[in-house]
């Protein structure tokens, strides 16, 4: 009993180290390096029904245009519409080892994706159109007239490398129909989709450090072979 409760916590003590090294070296994930940059302040919560652009804009002063002001007009009957069309640029130091995966989390108010079709025209990432891949969130958990909602976009792994020199543009278009007035209404849609930004926040994070996988590789291959000469001293006895 004496030598099995020995082995046990020689088992226990080489897992330790060997999950120690691997949480060290951030493999795990429980700890993974990389960016968070954002812009603008989150002012509103998910959900929230904001009662007009100007009670929206009160809450957005002082932070930097796009996230400032509501742009663009629904074009209400009988005034000139426009639809919301804008850029942002995020600028961060880029992970030198590359990227493993990023994200970007949008909070919109008053998008209208509750009106028929889709409301978001174009959006791209340094050019890369990305617009299916925010289309179809916000289509299938938009909101009516005065609605904010919080998107979060996982970015296609083809646009990561638009993110390795630290500056990232994206540039996002709505279009009609827009609502105006009566929330969700087909009969009530105007020509154009106007659009209040809140913030952004482009999440990214580090590909594993170059010697992470071979740190990793040579603390289970020891394991391996402590629990084979383990066996083996078993099969002996
Ligand atoms: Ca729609
Ligand atoms: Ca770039
Ligand atoms: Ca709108
Ligand atoms: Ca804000």
Not at 58 to 66: D, S
Not at 85 to 99: C, K, L, R, V, W
């Amino acid at each position: 009993m004496g030598a099995s409760l020995f082995s046990t916590r020689c088992r226990n003590a080489v897992l330790g180290a060997a999950f120690g090294l691997m949480s060290a070296a951030g493999v795990t994930g429980a700890a993974q390096a990389g960016v968070i940059v954002t812009l603008g302040e989150q002012d509103f919560e998910d959900g929230e029904l904001v009662v007009g652009s100007a009670t929206y804009n009160i809450r957005q002063i002082g932070e930097p245009a796009p996230f400032d002001i509501h742009r663009g007009n629904d074009g209400a009957p009988g005034n000139v519409g426009q639809d919301f069309s804008e850029s942002f640029t995020f600028n961060f130091i880029a992970p030198s080892n590359g990227i493993k995966s990023a994200r970007l989390t949008l909070g919109m108010y008053d998008h209208d994706s509750a009106a028929p079709g889709n409301q978001v025209d174009s959006f791209s990432l340094d050019g890369l159109d990305i617009t299916s891949v925010l289309s179809s969130e916000v289509e299938s958990r938009g909101g009516t007239q005065n609605e904010y909602n919080i998107y979060e976009i996982l970015l296609p792994s083809s646009t990561l490398s638009a993110l390795l020199d630290g500056v990232a543009t994206f540039a996002l278009t709505m279009q009609g129909p827009g609502l105006f007035g009566l929330a969700g209404t087909t009969a009530d849609t105007t020509a154009f989709d106007s659009l209040g930004l809140d913030f952004a926040t482009l999440s990214i994070t580090d590909a594993p450090e170059p010697g992470t996988t071979a740190l990793m590789a040579s603390a289970l291959l020891g394991l391996l072979g402590f629990r084979g000469r383990r066996r083996k001293g078993r099969t002996a006895a």
